[in-house]
């Protein structure tokens, strides 16, 4: 079992910069890929980026290459989602996920286990 908690959120003015972090209980973090996904109200839960087990590979979608980097610290069990450039549309709750083993995915679906969210809201 894994427990994953996302802090970092808030809100930020358009162009600004936030970090989130997601910080995972147990001691088998190194062996989970991790993934950040956002909700932005009536939309579906969507992909931004993840990790692999070993921080060697990474992922990202479209819209947020060249903004977001994700990296991780295994020896803190913790996951960051750097933002940097935020627009209005990156609001949403941002959720950390984790997905045992050494497939990275890229769909909800397909993770185990999940934070509670953390809310970013960007204004213009």
């Known amino acids: 079992q894994v427990q994953l908690v996302e802090s970092g959120g808030g809100l930020v003015q358009a162009g600004g910069s936030l970090r989130l972090s997601c910080a995972a209980s147990?001691?088998?973090?190194?062996?989970?890929?991790m993934g950040w996904f956002r909700q932005a109200p009536g939309k579906e839960r969507e992909f931004v980026a993840a990790i692999n087990w070993r921080g060697v590979t990474t992922y990202y979608t479209d819209s947020v290459k060249g903004r977001f980097t994700i990296s991780r610290d295994n020896a803190k069990n913790t996951v960051y989602l750097q933002m940097n450039s935020l627009k209005p549309e990156d609001t949403a709750v941002y959720y950390c996920a984790a997905k045992r083993g050494i497939v990275t995915p890229r769909r909800p679906g397909d993770y185990d286990y999940w934070g509670q969210g953390t809310q970013v809201t960007v204004s213009s």
């Open positions: 147990g001691r088998t973090f190194s062996s989970y890929a």
